[in-house]
């Protein structure tokens, strides 16, 4: 299996890419697919920021964002 250490990320064995995702206010956001983990794990973190606010538990609370980069929705 593919195990990961980041929050909001898990692996998809149906599309073969790594998942973001994140619960707020009882339901589920989808934030999307990518090739590697990290992708998944700054998309998480840019739409938690968004969501939630900096404070939030975040995987890079140190990096920038990258929502142009991946596409992520603005």
Do not use: Y
Request: overall charge negative; some cysteine.
């Amino acid at each position: 299996g593919h195990l990961t250490n980041f929050r909001g990320v898990s692996w998809s064995d149906t599309h073969g890419q790594w998942r973001a995702r994140l619960r707020h206010n009882g339901e589920d956001i989808w934030i999307g697919m990518f090739e590697n983990e990290r992708d998944a794990a700054l998309a998480h973190d840019e739409v938690a920021k968004k969501l939630k606010g900096p404070c939030w538990g975040l995987n890079f609370p140190s990096e920038g964002t990258m929502a142009g980069a991946i596409g992520v929705a603005q």
